[in-house]
């Protein structure tokens, strides 16, 4: 049985339905772009690459759908990542975490334009807004998927990680349209920009505002030590090397100088030295940051598997057989609390403290 059959009968006992919605006329992949201030977000980077591999293997269009306020600027983007075509909608209704009103606006899209594929970065607007939209729509929905791909038959095949990632599960979508998934963060690449790749750009007036019960008041700025962890641009990541919480110190010392976020194996973890959500791992979070500093980390498979997708990686330990120095591509054989002090220290004397930025 596949998940999306079966949400797909669940949704026929539960509803009064028209008529099945068919593949039938249905053309095209959409991707919804998401941004936050004026940057788009690396998820929706990494399911529009993947989602570009998708479209040419099916020979269809790829489609970026881009909502928000004052994002025009943005638009240009989303063709050097893979885009045919940019659907662009801009009203204050849709600036930040607007659920009602993204969904409005949607559900109405589709119901014109009835895409193949639909799929999103699984973000926190994201989460909220496609199962919403699919109960809407009556379509079956896979999310936090790790790959994605297209059978024989044409359906979208999803893989994802199940019993907290010791697993991995496949679910095919039912021929209902659009089939729908969400894409975890961490898991595609985002290829490079090919800024000589243009694309159209289809500005679209509010169709559908509807009533929303959301009022924006006020954004706050996001800490690197409490931003999700698989939003981090860097981490700084400590293990069983760090030896006591008291080190901790030093650690948040070398983060706050880079405006890097901390993150920790299970043994750091189970330890108190850093908090669950913030665990790197097959237990915890995948990330994909620019930098990762691995901190007295072994570097063990259930931890690897988690920020092997980083891009530089430095790892400081005391054995020089820790497994974690076969990814690195900087390493330091050395005990965490002489060598991060002394980075730390260096940083201070060449760079000037890191601009506050939003996350």
Known sequence: MTLGNFAFRVAKGLFTMEGDIKMTGAKGIWVFIESERDEIRKVSLETLCEARKLANGLNEE????????????????????????????????LSYHNVD??????????????????????????????????????????TDAADVKIDASGKLVVRKPVYG????????????????????????DVKPPDASRKGEVV????????????????????????????EAEMIVAVGRGLE??????????????????????????????????????????????????????????????????SGTVMVINTDRNAPMFKLADIGVLGDVSQVVPAISKRLSEVIAPPKEKAQ
């Open 244 to 309: 006591k919480k008291e080190n901790l110190s030093l650690i948040e010392e070398l983060a706050d100088k880079l405006g890097a976020s901390i993150g920790g194996s299970r043994v750091a973890v189970d330890n108190g030295w850093v908090p669950a959500e913030r665990q790197v791992g097959m237990t915890g979070k995948t990330v994909a940051p620019r930098l990762y500093i691995a901190c007295g980390i072994s570097g063990q498979y259930p931890h690897t598997v988690g920020m092997e997708r």
């Open 165 to 188: 990632g010791k697993a991995h599960a496949t679910f095919a979508c039912a021929p209902a349209t659009p089939q729908m998934a969400s894409v975890a963060p961490g898991f595609m």
């Open 62 to 93: 790829l489609c970026a759908l881009l909502l928000g306020d004052k994002v025009e600027s943005l638009a240009e983007l989303p063709p050097h990542y893979g885009a045919d075509r940019v659907f662009l909608m801009q009203h204050e209704s």
């Open 101 to 142: 009103a993204h969904l409005n606006v949607v559900a109405n899209l589709v119901k014109e334009n009835s895409p193949r594929i639909l799929l999103f970065g699984s973000t926190p607007l994201a989460k909220e807004l496609a199962p919403r939209l699919a109960a809407q729509l009556r379509v079956g929905l896979v």
């Open 203 to 230: 500005k679209l007036a509010l169709v559908a505002g509807g009533k929303t019960n959301v009022e924006f008041i006020e954004f706050i700025k996001g800490d690197p030590r409490t931003v999700a962890i698989t």
